[in-house]
């Protein structure tokens, strides 16, 4: 099966900008992740969503930060406007619902972004 | 709550003798355990997973790990340590859909 997919790879931008990252989760999967990883430290969950639902923001920095998945398929995470301390790689997950057989989750590759 | 620990920040082994990182869990449900592996910048690599079948469960690359309820522990182990394996280890707890990450343990191997 295809993996999650995800764009950019890498991002440079300048503080005060404006990014955003997409993510295509595996076919059929219902839950979708958002991770933060900044160097040096494990993932951090952003942004869990059930279909088109979401389960749990609660370390989404909501000022600037902005998730959606509308259709319950692909997603977009939005920063606006970026400080340096967001540099960092932003990982996506999917995962089908517990209970389904070959229940489990696959992480894409990530999108390095670095903020200057 | 649920959470992982992984007890040490940074392992140094030398090649070719035997690696034990180690992780401890919080659940007061039975969890799924995963290991993965993180090589600088690359992305995260799955080495083995416990879904309450075996206890030791067998992994990639000669990696393994022993559930042990009774210690709340998923320590990951391997026999003979290769310069290959210097990476980022990451000990991972899944409740339900919540999927709760460790802080990490870097692994050294010294020639």
């Known amino acids: 099966e295809a993996g999650v997919a995800q764009s950019p790879r890498y991002k440079i931008i300048e503080k005060r900008q404006s990014v955003a990252f997409w993510c295509n989760p595996i076919?059929?999967?219902?839950?979708l992740y958002w991770y933060q990883q900044i160097l040096g430290q494990g993932p951090k969950l952003l942004i869990q969503?059930?279909?088109?639902?979401?389960?749990?923001d609660s370390q989404l920095p909501k000022d600037r930060f902005s998730a959606e998945r509308l259709k319950g398929v692909d997603s977009t995470l939005k920063i606006q406007p970026a400080k340096l301390e967001d540099s960092a790689v932003y990982l996506c997950?999917?995962?089908?619902?517990?209970?389904?057989?070959?229940?489990?989750?696959?992480f894409g590759s990530g999108t390095r972004l670095t903020v200057v | 709550a649920q959470s992982v620990t992984q007890l040490d920040s940074h392992v140094s082994v030398s090649e070719g003798t035997p690696v034990l990182l180690r992780c401890n869990y919080s659940?007061?449900?039975?969890?799924?355990l995963f290991w993965y592996v993180q090589h600088p910048n690359k992305g995260l690599q799955l080495l083995l997973k416990?879904?309450?079948?075996?206890?030791l469960v067998k992994g990639i690359n000669g990696f393994e790990a022993e559930f042990k309820k009774s210690e709340t522990s998923f320590h990951l182990t391997k026999p003979s340590a290769h310069m290959s394996d210097a990476a980022e280890y990451f000990c991972?707890?899944?409740?339900?859909?919540?999927?709760?990450f460790g802080k990490g343990t870097r692994l050294h191997i010294l020639p």
């Open positions: 997950a999917s995962s089908s619902t517990p209970g389904q057989t070959n229940y489990g989750y696959t």
């Open positions: 416990y879904t309450s079948a075996a206890t």
């Open positions: 969503f059930q279909n088109n639902g979401v389960v749990d």
């Open positions: 076919s059929g999967h219902a839950t």
């Open positions: 991972v707890v899944r409740y339900y859909d919540k999927i709760i």
């Open positions: 659940s007061s449900y039975s969890p799924s």
